[in-house]
């Protein structure tokens, strides 16, 4: 189909569907770049009809509409984005494959898979360069399926406000200013490699010299995958790392249920996934995961929560004198940060029902890694636990104003609004329907999104959220671990997919 044979119409009907859906509002000039993604979309299902592919967009293809995001989309992203992962980057990870490159006398080899319009390898490429790696040290490659974000990126031409986020030695040494732009220096642009590619597909980009990749960056992508591809994609990584080499995901992403072949490390307070050495080189202690963080953290809300509810007795008798006149209230001790582990830290005070002084650590953790969305989302989590709704929802939209993808935080402030009683409603299944969008298996969303909708009378949009409630957390036997934990959630999936049962039985009757 050319290009010519798209109607008017089809287009101004899928720009309405994107409005609606994700709130996307392509601007006019976008409107070419939405007639060649629909064309591209048209091509790679065989599909003539550009009028039957948006009404089956219209009739709610969640999967489809991943498919044609990226291409009517320039992806969000910055320079140095998650500083955490690039203090790693710097302080551990880099100085380890630069010293490992030399001896092996090779490139170290990099690999940005869905680079947006460049800022992410241009990012990559100074850390390089001040660490002292010259072009020919290093083959960075930088992908994206999106061609009109790789001729960005190639051009390497970026508007003076996108450097908030880089220091004015590192612009003035890498960058001309052109303008109100500043354009990378041929020096910089010499570190990188631009290339169109779909991580959907089944080829996957090697080095240039056939060896593997020492690191691969694939951050804030795979929001846009289903599961299997999701699946296929870090398949792929892993065959394509060599052992010891890292993949770094976005701050909000996990391969909880997608890959378990990876081990988990923290650096800097930053995660990262790194492929097993068969034989470690480093004997050293091993580091308890994220999971077993959030897990502990639940646990120790859960036993705060049973205690709360237990009338308290008389204190025991070797403890009433500290108790008649306590030194300090043990809550307001904020103790000594552990820089290393911040978010173990304050599970192992939630442990002990020590919830002031949790919350005195997640602040003093926030101000030095103020990019982490983990320990952002825990603190919106605690205050709920703690009764402070108005401020956990201020936290949720923080978070979500620092990372508008993150499924959790649209999760958390949807029950978070749905439990304000019903005067925020409206923001509720706005927020529900986001993390669905983004993360379908998130069965509590579905529930949620099942009440509100119950609650504004939407019956048949009740019906359909609670049968996906049913169907996400039936045979499920634990959640899929989110960062934090939220006041109300049952210890079993099945908990949520009998009440969803319940209340759909409920509304068949009505
Ligand atoms: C939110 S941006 C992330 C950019 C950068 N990695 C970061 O974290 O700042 C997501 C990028 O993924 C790209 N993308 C989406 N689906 C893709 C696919 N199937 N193959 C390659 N890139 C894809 C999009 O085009 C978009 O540029």
């Not at 081990?263 to 077993?292: I, N, Q, T």
């Not at 108790?323 to 103790?335: D, G, I, M, T, V």
């Amino acid at each position: 189909m050319r290009q010519a044979d798209i109607p008017e119409a089809a287009v101004a009907r899928l720009a309405k569907l994107l409005l609606e859906r994700i709130g996307l509002r392509p601007a006019t000039e976008a409107q070419i770049g939405l007639r060649l993604a629909l064309r591209a979309r048209l091509e790679a299902l065989g599909c003539e009809d550009p009028y039957a592919y948006v009404e089956w967009l219209e009739g709610g293809n969640e999967v489809e509409l991943r498919a044609l995001l990226p291409l009517v989309t320039v992806g969000k992203t910055d320079f140095f984005r998650d500083s955490n992962q690039f203090r790693a980057l710097r302080a551990q990870v880099f100085p380890e494959l630069i010293m490992l490159a030399r001896q092996e006398m090779r490139p170290v080899r990099i690999w940005s898979a869905g680079c947006a319009t460049g800022e992410e390898p241009y990012s990559l490429a100074m850390l390089a360069a001040e660490l002292g790696v010259e072009p020919q040290g290093i083959d960075l490659l930088a992908t994206d399926v999106n061609p009109v974000a790789v001729e960005r990126a190639r051009a390497g031409r970026f508007g003076a406000r996108r450097f908030a986020t880089v220091s004015e030695h590192l612009v003035r040494r890498f960058f001309e200013a052109d303008h109100d732009s500043f354009v990378a220096r041929p020096e910089l642009q010499a570190y990188v490699r631009f290339e169109v590619h779909n991580l959907a597909g089944t080829c996957f980009p090697r080095p240039r010299d056939g060896g593997c990749w020492d690191a691969i960056l694939c951050r804030n992508v795979i929001i846009y995958f289903d599961r299997p591809t999701t699946s296929r994609a870090i398949g792929r990584f892993f065959d394509g790392l060599r052992e010891g080499g890292y993949l770094c995901l976005g701050y909000s992403e996990s391969l909880y249920r997608i890959s378990g072949a990876f081990e988990l490390v923290e650096l800097e307070g930053s995660f990262l996934y790194r492929k097993p050495v068969a034989r470690p080189l480093v004997m050293s202690e091993p580091r308890p995961s994220l999971e077993d963080t959030v897990a502990r953290l639940r646990k120790a809300v859960d036993e705060h929560r049973k205690r709360a509810m237990t009338p308290p007795g008389p204190p025991p008798a070797v403890l009433a004198p500290k108790l008649a006149a306590p030194e300090k209230p043990a809550s307001s001790r904020a103790p000594e940060l552990d820089v290393a582990n911040p978010l173990q830290q304050v599970a192992r005070l939630l442990e002990g029902g020590e919830f002031e002084a949790a919350l005195l650590t997640l602040d003093k953790a926030l101000v030095q890694f103020s990019g982490s969305l983990a320990l952002l989302i825990t603190r919106g989590n605690l205050l709920t636990v703690m009764g402070r709704q108005k401020e956990a929802r201020q936290v949720y939209r923080d978070a979500l104003t620092m990372e508008p993808l993150c499924a959790e935080a649209h999760l958390f402030l949807g029950i978070a609004c749905y439990e304000a009683g019903g005067e925020l409603d409206g923001e509720a299944a706005q927020e529900l329907s986001r993390a669905i969008f983004l993360d379908p298996s998130l069965g509590l969303a579905h529930y949620y999104a099942g009440r509100t909708a119950e609650r504004q009378a939407d019956f048949a949009s009740a019906r359909r959220a609670y049968r996906n409630a049913v169907n996400v957390c039936q045979g499920k036997s634990s959640w899929t671990p989110l960062l934090g934990h939220f006041p109300d959630l049952p210890s079993d999936p099945g908990v949520i997919a009998r009440a969803a049962g319940y209340a759909l039985a409920g509304l068949e009757e009505l």
